[in-house]
């Protein structure tokens, strides 16, 4: 049995220990169009490699019906064990699970090398242009020749980050290949807004994020997060961020608006209370309470030029508590960690087999399936690997 894996990604890579493991006798082959195997995998969690999240559910994913099924037969506990059978060990900090190295580079080389220990054989700098039907079997054209095999299996991944290999470009050939597609958008990545932010580049507060979808009757809540927001001189950016902007790409309404409560410790009337004695005990209170251009900021959008009265005090309060911003866009899939968007569920059997062309396999990005920040997309990946390792 000769299996073409195309991608080695977070999905492909591990896929191809899994097959040739219980299936010593078949022939692997890894094919990627980058010169260095798993060179996006060697980005993720900051170069840390962020493999899983211990409270993953599949709840946190935009299909969960999907993907309950792969969630109960493949429980946190299990996907540690075949982690482990990889020669992995795993450190938790907090609900996330790196590597024991806690390195990207040391998890991809330690899969490579066993891989290829294995008898996996990689191709390198080989771009898939397409493929058709052979026999029982396919035929995979590239720039470096035609290739046969038995079995596809696309890792490829979505659009996100060019520079690292990801680029998209097989998504034509599906569509040539008449699988629908959902739109392929950055996910987990800035967001520029209408607001002009520029004096803020740079600043860092922790908030909390409320993000919205819809107007009036119909605005509805859809995100709630704290963590720290990073200004940049166009938008708003950090982990939080990258998670309300995921739920924006997700959203089908016209209207979308974030909200930023700058101080969740405190209710609106304690802070007005604490800036009125902060004030009376120093008149330059404002560079110990928040940073100069975010303070100035605020109160401009209050609506005051400096607090005087009792009452600017309350409103200046209720700013701080519900700061508004309005998207404009969102930064390019370069700048973003996963893609929205990919070849749609509906297209696969439960076996991640193509409904459409036997023999045919999707794994990990390359379909829309997405998840937040935080290890949730490489166990993702993780989890399509293993499940159809044990079909094959």
């Given at each position: 049995?000769?299996?073409?894996?195309?991608?080695?990604?977070?999905?492909?890579?591990?896929?191809?220990?899994?097959?040739?493991?219980?299936?010593?006798?078949?022939?692997?082959?890894?094919?990627?169009?980058?010169?260095?195997?798993?060179?996006?995998?060697?980005?993720?969690?900051?170069?840390?490699?962020?493999?899983?999240?211990?409270s993953a559910r599949?709840?946190?994913?935009?299909?969960?019906?999907?993907?309950?099924?792969?969630?109960?037969?493949?429980?946190?506990?299990?996907?540690?064990?075949?982690?482990?059978?990889?020669?992995?060990?795993?450190?938790?900090?907090?609900?996330?699970?790196?590597?024991?190295?806690?390195?990207?580079?040391?998890?991809?080389?330690?899969?490579?090398?066993?891989?290829?220990?294995?008898?996996?054989?990689?191709?390198?700098?080989?771009?898939?242009?397409?493929?058709?039907?052979?026999?029982?079997?396919?035929?995979?054209?590239?720039?470096?020749?035609?290739?046969?095999?038995?079995?596809?299996?696309?890792?490829?991944?979505?659009?996100?980050?060019?520079?690292?290999?990801?680029?998209?470009?097989?998504?034509?050939?599906?569509?040539?290949?008449?699988?629908?597609?959902?739109?392929?958008?950055?996910?987990?990545?800035?967001?520029?807004?209408?607001?002009?932010v520029s004096r803020?580049?740079?600043?860092?507060?922790?908030?909390?994020?409320?993000?919205?979808?819809?107007?009036?009757?119909?605005?509805?809540?859809?995100?709630?997060?704290?963590?720290?927001?990073?200004?940049?001189?166009?938008?708003?950016?950090?982990?939080?961020?990258?998670?309300?902007?995921?739920?924006?790409?997700?959203?089908?309404?016209?209207?979308?608006?974030?909200?930023?409560?700058?101080?969740?410790?405190?209710?609106?009337?304690?802070?007005?209370?604490?800036?009125?004695?902060?004030?009376?005990?120093?008149?330059?209170?404002?560079?110990?309470?928040?940073?100069?251009?975010?303070?100035?900021?605020?109160?401009?959008?209050?609506?005051?030029?400096?607090?005087?009265?009792?009452?600017?005090?309350?409103?200046?309060?209720?700013?701080?508590?519900?700061?508004?911003?309005?998207?404009?866009?969102?930064?390019?899939?370069?700048?973003?960690?996963?893609?929205?968007?990919?070849?749609?569920?509906?297209?696969?059997?439960?076996?991640?087999?193509?409904?459409?062309?036997?023999?045919?396999?999707?794994?990990?990005?390359?379909?829309?399936?997405?998840?937040?920040?935080?290890?949730?997309?490489?166990?993702?990946?993780?989890i399509s690997a293993?499940?159809?390792?044990?079909?094959?």
């Amino acid at each position: 049995m000769d299996i073409a894996i195309i991608g080695s990604s977070g999905a492909g890579l591990p896929c191809s220990i899994f097959l040739k493991k219980k299936h010593p006798d078949w022939n692997v082959s890894v094919f990627d169009h980058n010169l260095k195997v798993g060179k996006k995998l060697l980005a993720t969690g900051n170069g840390h490699c962020n493999l899983l999240n211990i409270s993953a559910r599949p709840e946190d994913y935009n299909c969960p019906e999907f993907l309950a099924p792969y969630f109960l037969k493949f429980p946190y506990a299990k996907l540690i064990d075949a982690l482990n059978s990889l020669g992995i060990a795993t450190m938790e900090m907090g609900d996330l699970v790196y590597p024991l190295s806690f390195s990207s580079n040391g998890y991809v080389d330690a899969l490579a090398s066993l891989s290829q220990q294995l008898g996996n054989r990689f191709h390198l700098g080989v771009r898939i242009l397409d493929y058709k039907k052979r026999g029982n079997g396919y035929l995979l054209t590239t720039n470096c020749g035609d290739f046969a095999c038995d079995k596809i299996i696309f890792a490829t991944g979505g659009k996100s980050g060019k520079n690292l290999g990801s680029d998209g470009s097989l998504f034509p050939v599906f569509e040539k290949h008449c699988y629908s597609i959902s739109p392929l958008k950055p996910g987990l990545c800035p967001i520029v807004v209408k607001e002009d932010v520029s004096r803020l580049s740079g600043l860092r507060h922790r908030a909390c994020v409320y993000s919205y979808s819809g107007t009036g009757e119909n605005r509805t809540l859809v995100h709630e997060e704290e963590g720290e927001v990073l200004f940049k001189k166009d938008g708003l950016s950090g982990i939080v961020i990258f998670n309300t902007e995921r739920m924006y790409a997700h959203s089908s309404e016209g209207s979308f608006e974030i909200v930023l409560d700058l101080f969740p410790d405190y209710r609106s009337e304690e802070l007005s209370g604490l800036l009125l004695a902060l004030q009376k005990a120093n008149p330059a209170f404002a560079t110990s309470f928040l940073p100069l251009p975010l303070f100035d900021y605020c109160l401009k959008c209050s609506g005051l030029s400096k607090l005087e009265q009792e009452g600017d005090f309350a409103r200046f309060a209720k700013t701080l508590k519900s700061l508004f911003f309005h998207p404009k866009a969102v930064y390019p899939f370069e700048d973003s960690q996963v893609t929205v968007g990919g070849i749609e569920i509906s297209n696969l059997l439960p076996t991640l087999e193509s409904k459409k062309e036997k023999g045919v396999f999707f794994l990990g990005e390359v379909l829309n399936v997405d998840g937040p920040c935080g290890g949730f997309n490489l166990e993702w990946c993780l989890i399509s690997a293993i499940a159809l390792a044990s079909e094959l």
